[in-house]
């Protein structure tokens, strides 16, 4: 890490389990934090042991760990209490996801907190909030992409409400977290004084989801569930390849549209008075899709993605991780990264989401062993290793 790291001297104290608030302080790790990673002493973080493992290692805790240092500490022992609030002495963010009040219950809460350091950000991330009638209730992201409206308008129009494979709703909070925080620096800039930010993991993602509210507060229209299609323009589908890999098209322009349907050799379609709106296309999905599909699916993915690409009309092959990997245009991006490891040896990961010109983001290391640095860390706050043996010994540490 070099002293241009954006984040360079920022101190962060990630108290965060899962995967919200653990992957908002790797976010801000990558870009020159120094993150502190607080697990239970018999307990770790429970990503450690989610998704596959090699050899009794969990992979998805090496990129959620990535760029922290790893310590352990009970909270709730007073002298665990006593040890954070040292360590946040000098720290700029401290970021948890307790269930609200937890914190306040071991004497940790923000006023205690802000007492000790005024100028501590404290991001505060639960399932439903710090306040209103759900606030107690155990929160996970799985929830929020039921009740954000996610769910009941993903999926196909006769079949359930669709949940996505991995974590969308944690992931879009960790990015709003990492924003949210960097504002909150950025108040403590002018104002000298730290805030607490209260992210509840339902409402990140429902504001992605577009104008439902709007539209609905409007018009009375509740957005229905429509597959692969789209209500805001055609042809916007995925479609089977002859060698039985995919394609999806989008249609977005008014000029790609016309470009796709005459490479599929439906040009009488462009002097189709519906052709002329996204939304007339859109109620002409079936015959767009039948003029579309029943050109892909004569030829390889391969072809349909270079004849398309020869017309400038939009396309992208349907990949799966293989074909991430070796694709060139990830390639030139750097968007796939090989991380350095004391357990694996090395191990690839998604680097850094954007490309900053002057003060990149780095991948460091991925996720340490559970309480590596623990002496180190408490150490740097003035314990001796007799000190640190017995609080070990007590299961403080």
Known sequence: MTTTAPLHGVKVVDLATLFAGPLAAAFLGDFGADVVKVEHPAKPDPSRGHGPAKDGVGLWWKVLGRNKRTVTLNLSQPEGADLLRRLLADADVLVENFRPGTLER????PDELHAVNPRLVI?????????????????????????????AATGEPDGPPTLPPFGLADSVTALAAAYA??????????????QVVDLAIIEPIMAMLGPQITWYDQLGYVQ?????RSNNNAP??????????????????????ERVVRLVGRPDLVDEPWFATGSGRAAHADELDEAVGGWVAKRDRD??????EAAQAAVAPVYDVRDILADPQY???????????EELGEVRMQNVPFRMSDSPGEIRHAG????????AVFGALGLTADELAALRERGVI
């Open 303 to 308: 072809e349909v993605v270079a004849v398309f």
């Open 106 to 109: 071991w004497g940790l809460g």
């Open 236 to 257: 916007r589908n995925t479609y089977r390849c002859a060698d039985g890999r995919w394609v999806a098209v989008s249609t977005s322009a008014q000029s790609i549209a």
């Open 224 to 228: 229905p569930r429509l597959g692969n």
């Open 331 to 341: 390639a030139a991006l750097g968007t796939v990264v090989t991380v350095p490891d």
């Open 181 to 194: 925080v960097m504002l909150a620096l950025r108040g403590r800039d002018l104002t000298g004084r730290g």
């Open 368 to 375: 340490r062993r559970h309480g590596q640095d623990t002496d």
């Open 123 to 151: 991001a505060r991330i639960s399932g439903f909030g710090q306040v209103g009638p759900y606030a107690p209730r155990p929160g996970f992201g799985t929830l929020a992409e039921a009740m954000s409206g996610f769910a």
